[in-house]
């Protein structure tokens, strides 16, 4: 396989405003407004920067902010990691902006170090880096 095989994720909130805040904030970005793909469903989505001329799958994995009615945050069998300079910066942001941190920074060998927060709506995000 020549790409990555993940397309897309999506981070179930209760807050929009809450969540869309904290993820700007703790990885310095812009998430994009979409308009809901399906009228009939009621959701409001917001994508992280993504590379829109080259698709999803081969710059990496696409993925939104959702609130959706029967889907709803918290801890759960899926963690997604975030790429980051140093996990440690991250980690710190998510703590002083409404987060907390489940595993400070640790080693993981030749692959770098790693990091797990809690976001504002209960999610645990993981956060790697190779410093």
Known sequence: MKFNPVVHFEIYVGDMARAKAFYQTVF???????????????MEMWFFPMDKENGMSYYGAGGSLVKMAGYTPGSGGTLVYFGCEDCAVQAERA????????????PIGEHGFCAVVRDTEGNLIGLHSMT
């Open 28 to 42: 310095e970005i812009e998430l994009e407004h979409m308009p809901t793909p399906t009228p009939e469903v009621e």
């Open 95 to 106: 703590r002083a902006n409404g987060g907390s941190i489940h595993q400070p920074k640790m």
